[in-house]
């Protein structure tokens, strides 16, 4: 099997390791290239990025102006804040070389100077150790000035850690980028697209960490290579995150459109007490869930995926047995994205709040079908009416789960309407001034 | 108050500041370093860094203010959060949060009275395929349960 992001080497987070195996010969070869060449071989390849929306990385990088007098700069997005997924530090912790490799051949396709590698504050850990890896590359002169000297060209890029502090907005590109000038996480709006005006003002490019570190090994192996393995239109390897009630979660390495179903059962060692699973969300928190018999021939990749009405994300795979509650799942779902809402746009900051209202409603016992309908109102006046992608994240889960398990959720509602006073608008509202005072 | 910057602290600000074009960018470094060397960012720190990278109070109090991991009020020497997101949930976080909650006597965002312990109930921390976690201060444990977090909150000293 196919390992291009973790390849099971022993300490091959040691830099003397990393290059006995043949770590920055793909940077020496890439450089005696031009950039235009790189870009078109990672279009050819289909690589796709592993952020979550999934698009083509060869694209993303021709969007970069090719004349320009501003300093161009690359950004790898290692926030990884959506619930179910924890790859990225996988990568920090045995890959790190590979990340900077990619980081440098990246640069040099886009012409950018200087990469800033986000990676969020919890990850101290990871910091420390991305950091002594990127003093290393320098020390080696694999960053930085001594570029020019130990690849023999006319081109070096510096590499910055960015540590962040706990947003998990600021895993949105844009919102990255305001993270990184210093700013509140605040989401821009796009047009302009930050290939124009990102950074500073500054054309930028933003990958993630998973996509960045595939590029050396297209490098090395070309992209008639990559383009072959797993699903031809989302092909390579992904890094699933399996979490939930399974025997052995974790992070698989495992070519795309492997089945769900080999990847619950095989890979990950089936479900806990040999359960039945009722749902199963594929990409992590944001992404619609499927119903436990939804799961046959479903295959892990973009397109598939899509197919079945959900969506790849950043594949991380949560499981639930049939005993979950769904609601408390959901509630802690709607809870997350109320807390993590940036409070720009007011559909999203408004509306995470009284979804997660309602559905505490439900789950106090005083909630009706009507509330469903409610909860799937304000979810379709959130989605697409944001800034920023939050806005669906935080709505989807909610629309679907709703809509796929109406059958559960039903459950846990009064089928009929009880308006226990005359006054509807006030019970209606849920007002907090108890129904005595209003009438004296 | 006065709050002062110490020379070696004065010169990590520095090397943070090597690495943006502008002063403002380095705001969130300087902070991670204020509340190192202070514990948590008064109004006296937030003018310090302010005068240190020559940048708009203002602009430091929005940053503060948005992030999470920046505290505006002293913590505990032992910060424990719990992770309660879906995945460590589906595997006994709330178990886990409520007997933390009883064992401290605290609340969310609550520090005891000799400032020994603070609590707060995190979002997710990235440790989903280690469920249940908790985090003290910086350190990340992971696969608990009920019994080994007792035991990891019995070592803290």
Redesign the interface.
Known sequence: MERIVLPQIENFNQIEVYLANGGFESAKKTFAKTPDQIVDEVKKSGLRGRGGAAFSAGLKWSFMPKTTDK?KYLCINGD???????K??QIFEDNPFQLIEGAIITCYAIGAKVAYLYI??????WIKLMQKAVDEAYARGFVGEKMKETFGIDFSCDL?I???????ICGEESSLMN???????YPRVKPPFPAQRGL?GCPTTINNVETITNVPAIMKNGWEWFSKIGAPKHPGTILF?????VNK???YELPSGVLLTDLIFNVAGGVRGNKRIKCV?PGG?SMPPLRGDQLEGVRMDAESLKEVGSAIGTG?V?V?DED?NLL??LI??AH?YH??S?GQCTPCREGTGWMEKTLRRIDEGNGTSADLDLLISVANNIEGNTICALGDAAAWPVKFMIARFRDEFEKYVNKNISIPVPNKVHSMRGTAIPLTEIQK | MIFKFTEENIKRIETARK????A??????T??IAQEQNGFISNEVMEEIASVLGIDKV?VL??VT?????HTKPMGKYHVQVC????C???GAYEIWDGVKDKLGLDHMKVSPDGKYSLEE??????????PMI?VN???FENLNKEKVFEILDSLK
């Open positions: 300093p990884e804040s959506e619930p179910g997924s924890f990225d530090r969020r504050g919890e990850y101290n850990k910055f960015h540590k962040g502090a706990g947003a998990y993270s990184i000038e210093g700013l509140r996480g500073w995150g399996v979490s939930g009630h979660p974790g992070v969300i928190s991380g949560m639930m979950t408390k799942v802690r779902i997350f807390h993590e940036c | 690495k943006y074009p502008t403002l960018a380095a705001v969130m470094d902070i991670y602009n929005s940053v948005f992030y999470t991991m920046y309660t997101n879906v995945s949930m589906l595997r995190v979002e997710c921390m990235g440790a989903c395929g280690y469920a985090a910086e350190d990340y």
